[in-house]
């Protein structure tokens, strides 16, 4: 076999893992980055120091990217003992917060918590749903050049039919977090002039993706990079993939309401799996036109790619339905109280409908993206975006016991009307709103789409100067993480030099 063989053979017919297992994967950085602010408001407490933009990349670094890269790799094995370890190093944390409060020090827990309840947030952006963009991101971007290590356990790696791998939940939640933020969850005013000149501006702007998904297709077959089959196909790419999305569901938005995008996803989702089972379109991804496996025309070709389609257009109305929700509800603690609870309550709904239908009706099958597929990926992202939003309360509680806590992606505290007038002075540090966001989660979220062709191109030169087959783990470990460090460090003074491509 040729190392291309031999690499494609690496990454194929695989069965995944559970969905428990990716469960805890994914609840892991989030307490990650509740442990990061609460070390950033202790060290502020323990030496009174602004930190300078150097400082803050290594801790966001160290806190929340590191632990990734062991997580997917050499600590795959342990997940709920980090999970514990997390939990006990952050309830450390913020006891020795708690025990050093500058505010209401003389008033016990319930008054405190009384008062805090009490308060209202501010935030140009939702701080959950900027970390949710960041952790599926970066997640993505450690997997694609891992999975060609050994060290990174197959169970992680792309399923050939049916499973749930770790790299599956990647491409679905990479979908949602999109639509949590797109131009119709942002600017709703957008949809409200003329129907022609709003899908005009939705064409308009996919033109970048076309330009990437071509140039991507014409490196790969010139260079003669390895490739999975049977994940889109001979041509298709996962940026063709959002182009189809983002050309679909402008045209169901005219149609529909955008508040109903729920039904939407149900319903493309429902009819789609209908479709699967009813007629020949299952047999027509499996095994093509003419049941052997052709890849003769372009719809043979790339049959994976462009009917999975359907499915990733029902997880991104999902998306648009629950950026709609968060965005609506963010102005009080007790609001931002009532959306965690409703997100995980209907995670854990959709993981009961997942269980009922993957036992009557289908397993998980990214490759034909059906409907246990987008249940499970809808699932999972909302108990994470539901772990990082109570992260968020409890990290805005310490932020509430420190007089001049200051940290950066997270929610400002402001005055509410029932709160004591003379306590409002320093709610909003003058610090907080002056100094630029300097921290790498603003930084990846805002340049996302930088991050994400950066990785891509140095995965491919990694793997073309690196025998990724037979590296030894010590050597993988550290390769891997200097590709995210040099990305991230990329991006992050990108950020600082306020240099930006974005074209959603």
């Known amino acids: 076999m040729s190392q291309k063989q031999m690499k494609e053979a690496f990454v194929s017919n695989l069965n995944g893992t559970t969905v428990l297992e990716i469960t805890q994967g994914l609840c892991f950085p989030a307490f990650c980055i509740l442990c990061r602010g609460l070390l950033i408001i202790f060290s502020q407490y323990l030496c009174s120091f602004s930190h300078t933009w150097k400082t803050r990349f290594f801790i966001d670094f160290v806190v929340l990217i590191v632990p990734m890269v062991a997580t997917l790799t050499i600590w795959a094995s342990f997940i709920l003992l980090e999970l ?12 020795q917060i708690y025990r050093r409060r500058t505010c209401y020090a003389r008033l016990p827990f319930q008054k405190i918590l009384e008062k805090f309840l009490n308060i209202s947030l501010e935030s140009e952006y939702i701080p959950a749903i900027s970390c949710f963009r960041v952790i599926t991101s970066a997640f993505t971007a450690i997997a694609i050049l891992a999975v060609d290590f050994p060290f990174f356990p197959r169970r ?28 119709e969850v942002r600017r709703r005013k957008c949809m409200e002039g003329s129907k022609l000149h709003y899908f005009i501006n939705s064409l308009y702007s996919v033109w970048p993706l076309v330009f990437l998904g071509i140039g991507r297709l014409a490196i790969i077959k010139s260079i003669g990079y390895q490739e999975h089959l049977t994940e889109y196909g ?7 993939t959002i182009i189809v999305v983002k050309l679909i569901t402008p045209l169901l938005l005219i149609i529909f309401p955008l508040n109903k995008s729920w039904i939407i996803a149900l319903s493309v989702t429902v009819l789609y799996q209908l479709a699967l089972d009813f007629t020949s379109l299952k047999r027509l991804i499996l095994y093509g036109t003419d049941g052997s496996g052709t890849r003769v025309g372009l719809l043979n070709a790339n049959r994976e790619g462009i009917i999975s389609t359907l499915g990733y257009v029902a997880i991104h109305m999902a998306g648009v339905q629950t950026g709609l929700y968060v965005h609506k509800n963010r102005s009080h603690i007790k609001d931002l109280i009532k959306v965690a609870c409703f997100l995980l309550l209907a995670a854990i709904s959709l993981f009961i409908s997942l269980y009922v239908v993957q036992v009557n009706v289908e397993a998980v099958s990214r490759r034909m993206a059906n409907l246990a597929f987008c249940i499970w990926i809808v699932a999972s992202s909302l108990i994470l975006l539901s772990s990082l939003l109570l992260g968020d309360i409890i990290l805005s509680f310490a932020k509430f016991l420190i007089k001049g806590a200051l940290v950066p992606c997270s929610w400002k505290l402001t005055q509410s009307p029932v709160t004591n007038k003379k306590h409002s002075e320093y709610l909003i540090p003058e610090a907080e709103r002056m100094e630029p966001r300097l921290c790498l989660i603003t930084a990846l979220n805002r340049k996302q789409l930088i991050f994400f062709l950066l990785s891509n191109i140095t995965t491919g030169l990694i793997n073309l100067m690196v025998d990724t087959l037979h590296s030894s783990t010590l050597w993988a470990l550290f390769v891997v993480n200097l590709y995210m460090f040099s990305n991230c460090l990329i991006v992050y003074v990108l950020y600082l030099q306020d240099k930006t491509i974005q074209f959603w």
């Open 84 to 95: 514990l370890a997390v939990i006990i190093f952050g309830a450390g944390l913020f006891y």
């Open 156 to 183: 992680f790696a792309k399923t050939e039919l049916y499973g749930t791998g770790a790299m599956d939940f990647g491409v679905g939640g990479f979908v949602f977090g999109t639509a949590m933020v797109c131009l």
């Open 234 to 240: 001979v041509h298709w790419n996962f940026f063709f």
